[in-house]
């Protein structure tokens, strides 16, 4: 059994949801970052970073292992499972520069915009013209890459699509306003974002956790 601390991010629906793909089975520990549960000690011998998600796979290899850091938890599930990532050749390679370049790139810009835009009282024009165009950016490069294949890695969906699925529909919910204009040209974005939701594993983990 996973156990799972996570909470309604995009960050930590990205592990949900690739438990909900793999099928294994694991228990939901919601930790409310709004209440600032994240800095709780027993969440932190976890999650030294104290950050969300994190899992405990009391089945891991030699025993019970705990792990943070979504593109870690990712990968190492994908391996665990020997699905949503290829064990060789050029399509592993794929999925994870495409991994990687969520957790350095997409996530941390639309996050930074989400909040000079949105969360934060005090607006700084500058601060928010700086993210809003490299989101632009970043957002423009995955478009590209979907003119070009159905899935980031290539042909088949991989914990590369996992990971961006959430943060790039967060462009176009909670940063719709602060990204308008900037994907209306982005047609096979939207067709992948559209390819993506559809798919029920995706809509379970979307839902995790209930609160």
Sequence with gaps: MIQLHTWSTPNGRKVSIALEELGLPYTVHPVNIGKDEQFAADFLRIAPNNKIPAIVDEDGPGGPLSLFESGAILTYLAEKTGRLLAASGPERYKALE???WQIGGLGPMLGQLGFFAVRSADKSPLAIDRFTAE????LGVMD???NEVPYLAGAEYTIADISCYAWT???TTFLKD?????LDDKASLRAWLDRVGERPAVQRGMAVPKT
């Design 169 to 171: 529909l967060a462009a």
């Design 98 to 100: 495409w991994l990687h």
């Design 178 to 182: 602060a990204l308008a204009g900037h």
């Design 144 to 146: 590209k890459r979907l």
């Design 135 to 138: 989101a632009a950016r970043l």
